[in-house]
């Protein structure tokens, strides 16, 4: 049994689980610098704060590294991150809204390109894929209509919002597939 140990083992679930654990509160993170940068950094005063606090408890943020994400936010570095919605229709034509966070307007917008592009898609005119949803502050955006999709679009689809859901800029993904 050379080479193999109770550590080793432990290590690399350990591993994998920090770095879960690390895309998780960076987009979480991101979250609560812009809506501290839009709204101010009282919770009371700023919902979409209040909302994006209690996703960051929810998701085992430290209070100290909330804290850290909400001066950084009413901060002079906070003017260099964006919110940007990309639009595209998936497999079985369900369409797909994406919402990224970025500092990088153009290298994002590249990454999203190439993303879509390794799977079929394309980015869809601004106000192509809106129009089937709708705002609201505590969902984000839900569908004003379904579609229904087969069992290997609905496959291909799932595959895809994974795909997209990993990338590090994006903070959202929604789509109207049912």
Do not use: C
């Not at 994974?162 to 994006?170: L, N, P, Q, R």
């Amino acid at each position: 049994m050379a080479g193999h140990s109770h550590w080793a083992g432990i290590k690399h679930k350990k591993a994998l689980i920090d770095n879960r654990r690390g895309k998780l509160w960076s987009k979480l993170s991101k979250g609560l610098i812009v809506a501290a940068k839009a709204g101010g950094s009282d919770p009371a005063q700023n919902l979409r704060l209040r909302y994006a606090i209690i996703d960051a408890k929810a998701g085992n943020m430290p209070k100290d590294t909330i804290e850290r994400a909400v001066a950084k936010g009413i901060s002079a570095d906070a003017a260099s991150l964006e919110s940007i919605t990309y639009e595209t229709y998936g497999p079985g034509g369900a369409a797909i809204l994406i919402e990224a966070l970025t500092d990088s307007r153009n290298r994002t917008a590249q990454e999203i390109k190439h993303l879509l592009t390794e799977n079929g898609l394309t980015l869809a005119a601004p106000g192509s894929a809106m129009w089937a949803f709708e705002k609201s502050i505590e969902e984000g955006y839900v569908p004003k209509t379904t579609v229904p999709l087969s069992d290997t679009d609905s496959a291909k689809l799932m595959e895809v919002l994974e795909k997209i859901d990993a990338h590090d800029d994006v903070e959202n993904v929604y789509t109207n597939a049912a």
